[in-house]
């Protein structure tokens, strides 16, 4: 009933979707709370029984419930019950069913929801938007950036390819799943479970930081295919204008110096993880008021490595080689 229940009412939706209303509109009437499973005579009949509860599940993530969705990011899940609404279930759709069952059970979605808190940290802080507003002056000299950080969406996407840290969008940034998982595999493994996190949240502000510098750049020249390594800045007399070439990059030296491999760092017996702990903490808690107390990174103090990668693909931000095409 959950999962027939969830097709028709994506079904009646448009572009974007509340998941709260489907919760407490529709589920609370037919299966509000997660049922048990139980085996039954084939493993046909107990897979058809995860599309109900996967729905059931999903309501009670706060991820999900929390938050407005596209519709057509539900499409494939759409289609999965669809085609597995009469019953008949082959191997590759109950494997994709009991992905699905078991997506509940992990904490990535509780990890996302971090990560959207997080954001949301970032993109209200006038002190780190100001900065970022700044760079981007700085490259093409236009005074009225017509851009309201606030607006600024976030998501995550799943392309299977490892390397694929983020890129920037129209008004919203793309942060890889399966790169989170990579990253947190390159730590050192002398660092606990609370390190790693800490690690985790550096990079993430640094990925945050460029994508949204492109994002800015973008709407701030009207053009969403103006690439930055060969933009050419108006105001040529001035000579540091002269070492930019990606404005990504430019922005994460605004806060941090230099350009950061933050999972290579921890490799490093001089890295010094409290001190950049408290240095971001700072940057996001500190009174905001002004410009004259933005803290400052001591790249040396703090044993970090940079990252000598080039860029190969504009506002898009990756590991190492990556073969994209
Ligand atoms: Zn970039």
Redesign the pocket.
């Known amino acids: 009933m959950a999962a027939r229940g969830f097709v028709s009412f994506l079904k009646s939706q448009t572009d974007s979707f509340d998941f709260k209303i489907f919760k407490n509109d529709y589920l609370i009437q037919i299966s509000p709370i997660k049922m048990p499973i139980s085996y039954k005579t084939s493993i046909n009949e107990t897979a058809y029984l995860f599309r109900d509860s996967i729905v059931t599940n999903l309501a009670s993530n706060k991820f999900f419930y929390n938050n407005i969705h596209e519709v057509s990011s539900f499409r494939y899940f759409c289609q999965l019950l669809e085609e597995t609404d009469q019953g008949n279930v082959n191997e590759n759709q109950i494997g994709r069913l009991t992905l699905l069952l078991h997506v509940k059970n992990t904490n990535e979605f509780d990890f996302k929801n971090d990560l959207l808190n997080f954001f949301y940290q970032i993109k209200s802080n006038d002190r780190i938007t100001k900065r970022i507003a700044e760079i981007v002056f700085s490259i093409t000299q236009v005074h009225d950036v017509q851009f309201d950080f606030i607006d600024l969406k976030i998501n995550f996407f799943k392309f299977g390819l490892i390397r694929l840290n983020g890129f920037a969008g129209l008004d919203s940034i793309y942060i890889g799943i399966d790169a989170i998982k990579y990253f947190m595999n390159m730590l050192s493994e002398d660092y606990e479970n609370k390190q790693k996190l800490e690690v985790f949240r550096l990079n993430m502000f640094r990925l945050i930081i ?2 949204t510098c ?1 994002v800015a750049l973008r709407k701030t020249l009207n053009n969403f295919n103006a690439s ?1 390594p060969s933009f050419q800045s108006k105001n040529e007399t001035d000579s540091k204008q002269a070492d930019i070439f ?4 430019l922005c994460e030296k605004s806060f941090f110096s230099e350009r950061i491999d933050w999972a290579l760092s921890t490799k490093n017996p001089e890295f010094d993880l409290n001190y950049c702990a408290d240095f971001l903490t700072k940057l996001l808690n500190e009174p905001t008021e002004s410009d004259s107390d933005f803290p400052k990174f001591d790249f040396k103090r703090s044993g970090c490595l940079k990252n000598p990668d080039k ?1 190969i693909y ?4 990756f590991s190492s080689e990556i073969d994209m095409l």
């Open positions: 460029h994508e492109h930055s990606e404005a990504g990059v860029l504009m506002a898009i931000d």
